[in-house]
């Protein structure tokens, strides 16, 4: 159990800057999921949480103690890999065993806890076993093991599923879960992949450039992204932007890109006529219903079996929106596009930030 | 139609035999090349002077004599009287060059000097090696451009100062000189070899150790040499055979008998007067048979470490 907070943390490769001023607060026993593309600095920011690497600026403290300095094996954490990372030369055994064994346990209590460990993750008849012998799935599973049976005060796990695939992630994902929640530990989890973190999270932090873009819940950075990359990031079709610029009318301010025109929310676009926005518009938040109103014809039709991705063209602006697995639907046919208002997303054309109710 | 497909079935077993055998004789021609010369060194040193020295050559012993062995490991130091001058002719097959008495000795310091710079070749390599190619420090590549550097220079231009230093150290005539000098040698070159080994470890796997609690050293320990088998009996082969073999150093270092080592001392054989080629072959003989027992036993080894670095994992 631990505190995380970083102050101020900067890291310089050379003369690549890979995090600034990074300064985070991760509470006691959350899940903490760092999400961002590759090259984001996420990585790098588990790594300085562990101690692997050494950061040029700021301080690193877990509770009260500060631990900038202090080098990985004293800082109370365990770790899992994309690569599994499991000793080749040894075996399962003696892979969960390693760290209790460093640590001089007995080896009466290090055969109960690895015994334990094992049961939990139903890998009690693969002990003997050397890690080749091993599938994916199993080796995963045994690194979990390796970690959580010291254990640790914070649990640090890098893109962990990855290599998995994807029906063995998604039974993982919720192993994975349930340990957080029998462990009551601290979990720093990265991933690039948003399935993992919107399931997974307490919080989430979205990542560019060595820039923490937002940290919030999974369900705030999901409905109110921070700006256009956060957005962009998150939501399975992604978002659909559309550049144009507010205009005041008498029925309240209206979105317009040509014939494109939509109302949207007066609390946050209200005397804001004439500004350069980009329109974000989520693809399950627009209804498709019979031809009037905004209306297009659709130009592809993705069935997905559970439901169907529909690219339409709109008064010349390509949009992708999601309709229910019984709607029937062909190229060519033309429908229109109900949107509330609420649910549209208003960007600043320059800054990419969001537009916030003025209230 | 038929006809055509043998045709081309013909001509292709033609071509599959006609590669073979082009293999075959340049198997046997690199065969030849490099066992030649050991096969006629053990042939001669059983074969008596006569025999060696016989035109047309006799590749086989006509008839095999362990003299040669024998006056080796049988010699003690003698004057040569009129009673026993038959050891001052070679032809006899008994002669003792001068100094024969030397080569047992010579054989022990040749052995222990071979296997303290193999030892201390390995423990201060792998801790360099891992230094540079685990841990980022500032100044890494500083450090091993300079290591590298240092075998830039040949060694016949070291050869003088390296005298000088080791005069005034008072430690012209140990086998300690040795040692230093041939570890001067041999740890660049097996610092170079561990870091391309160490380097193709997976990162993950110094991270995960490092996260179950280990220091550096444990590190080390349980990860990297558990790992590097193969890279580290290479060392200790590299180290020991280039002690072993080393001439030029030795020669300078080491006057006297209580320190020279084995090419010194069979160079000695090869006398302005008279050279009994039977005795310096059946020396040479001695002097191959630890390096080939080493090889045997860590071929295995051997041949996976000598391809290590060689490819990126």
Known sequence: ?359 | MRAATDDGRRAMIAKRWGRGLLISAFSALLVIYVAGPVAWLVSSSLQSEADITAVPPNWLPPKVTFGNFEAIFSNTTREVTYETRRQGDPATGRFLPSGAENLLPALWNSFTVGLWVAILNVVVSITAAYAIAVIHFKGRQAALYTILATRVIPDIALIVPLFLVMRNLDLVNTRFALVVTYLAVTVPFTIFILISYFEQIPRDLYRAARADGCSHVQALRHVYLPLSLPALVASVMFAFLTSWNEFIFALILTQNIASQTLPIVISGFVMDFTTSFSFVNAAGVIAIVPPVVLAMMFERYIVSGLTAGAVKG
């Open chain 1, 1 to 359: 159990m631990a505190r995380i907070r970083l102050d101020g943390v900067t890291k310089h490769y050379g003369s690549v800057t890979a995090l600034q001023q990074l300064n985070l607060d991760i509470r006691d026993r959350e899940f903490m999921v760092f999400l961002g593309p590759s090259g984001c600095g996420k990585t790098t920011t588990l790594n300085i949480i562990a101690g692997l690497e050494e950061i040029s600026e700021g301080n690193i403290w877990f509770d009260d103690r500060r631990v900038t300095f202090t080098p990985p094996h004293k800082r109370e954490i365990a770790m899992v890999f994309q690569s599994y990372a499991l000793y080749p030369q040894k075996s399962v055994f003696d892979n969960i065993a390693f760290g209790l064994r460093l640590r001089g346990e007995d080896s009466a209590s290090v055969d109960a806890k690895v015994k334990s460990a094992a049961e939990r993750l139903e890998i009690s008849h693969l002990l003997d076993r050397k890690p080749h012998q091993l599938s994916g799935g199993q080796r995963q599973r045994v690194a979990l093991g390796r970690a959580l049976v010291r254990q640790p005060s914070v649990f640090l796990m890098d893109e962990p599923l990855s290599n998995l695939d994807a029906a063995l992630r998604v039974s993982m994902r919720s192993l994975i879960k349930k340990l957080h929640l029998a462990m009551g530990t601290t979990f720093v989890y990265v991933t690039h992949d948003q399935a993992e973190a919107l399931t997974l999270a307490d919080r989430i932090t979205v990542m560019r450039d060595g820039l923490i873009q937002q940290l919030d819940t999974p369900d705030a950075i999901y409905n109110r992204p921070a700006n256009r990359f956060v957005a962009s990031f998150l939501g399975n079709p992604q978002m659909n932007f559309i550049e144009g610029k507010i205009a005041e009318t008498s029925a309240g301010p209206r979105f317009v890109r040509g014939d494109f025109q939509l109302a949207v929310d007066p609390e946050v676009a209200a005397g804001q006529g004439g500004r350069d926005v980009v329109l974000g518009l989520r693809a399950e938040d627009a209804i498709l219903a019979g031809d009037g109103g905004l209306a297009g014809a659709v130009t592809l039709v993705s069935p997905l079996g559970s439901e169907q991705h529909v690219d339409m063209d709109i008064a010349g602006v390509e949009l992708t929106v999601r309709a229910s697995k019984d709607q029937s639907l062909a190229i060519g046919d033309r429908l229109s596009l109900a949107v509330e208002p609420a649910r549209l997303h208003l960007f600043d054309a320059t800054s990419e930030q969001r537009l916030a109710a003025s209230s």
